[in-house]
């Protein structure tokens, strides 16, 4: 089955073979939406949970809430290109959504921040998107400091990578300083992977995984 990824991206210089540079904007960042059965031209929609309480997810167009924990990033969900009414808690939004396209939102437990990701169809390589939900601007680099993955992403935005296949572990650098790890993982071409930063009781707290699809009805 066609396998649809989002995110424009490019290669880890010296460690994963460099490919050019990499963006730092709102508009980038990114999902692996492989075995979906979703139709054609769908768009996708998913959240990220800062509230401390499970976030239910309802959008217009299906019968089910998607449920995410509290502290978690969903699975995408995917949707019919269109207007959309989306409800989480007292939070909702009227969105527009274009075929082929792919939407983040931060939900804190009262309102809700659009992050755009972008969507672009590729199955050779492992795709990085990189989070920055902090007051400061943060790199993702190798965790010697030494290779910068994905630099320059100011505060409540993203920035992607695409890399060749690999074991490896990243860290959220401020300027040279080391500010959060995370977890090595084995990046798999053909899927997506998202690395999300968020200050949290006067730290950082880190989110690290393969992304993944929901289909609700």
């Known amino acids: 089955m066609k396998r649809f990824l989002l995110a424009a991206m490019h290669s880890l210089p010296i460690v994963l073979a460099l490919l050019g540079p990499a963006t730092a904007h709102a508009q980038d960042g990114n999902a692996a939406l492989y075995d979906a059965v979703a139709p054609a031209g769908s ?5 990220l949970n800062l509230a401390p309480g499970v976030a239910e997810m309802m959008v217009s167009g299906k019968t089910a809430a998607q449920k995410v924990n509290g502290g978690q990033l969903g699975n995408y969900l995917f949707v019919a290109p269109g207007a959309h009414k989306v409800t989480i808690g007292q939070a909702s939004l009227a969105l527009n959504l274009p075929a082929k396209s ?8 009262s309102s809700l921040l659009q992050i755009a990701d972008n969507y672009v169809e590729d199955s050779k390589k492992a795709q990085i998107a990189f989070y920055n939900l902090t007051d400061q601007p943060l790199a993702l680099k190798t965790r010697d400091g030494k290779h910068a993955v994905v630099d320059g992403v100011t505060p409540n935005q ?3 990578r695409m890399v ?6 990243f860290a959220a650098y401020a300027g040279e300083r080391n500010v959060a790890q995370f ?6 071409k053909g899927r997506s992977y998202s690395y999300v930063v968020i200050a949290e009781g006067g730290g950082y707290r880190t989110i690290g995984l393969m992304n993944g699809l929901d289909s609700i009805k």
């Open 183 to 188: 977890a090595e993982l084995f990046l798999k």
């Open 158 to 160: 993203t920035a992607t």
């Open 102 to 109: 792919a939407l983040t939102l931060v939900y804190d437990g």
């Open 164 to 169: 060749n296949e690999i074991k490896i572990g």
């Open 43 to 47: 768009a996708y929609i998913r959240v």
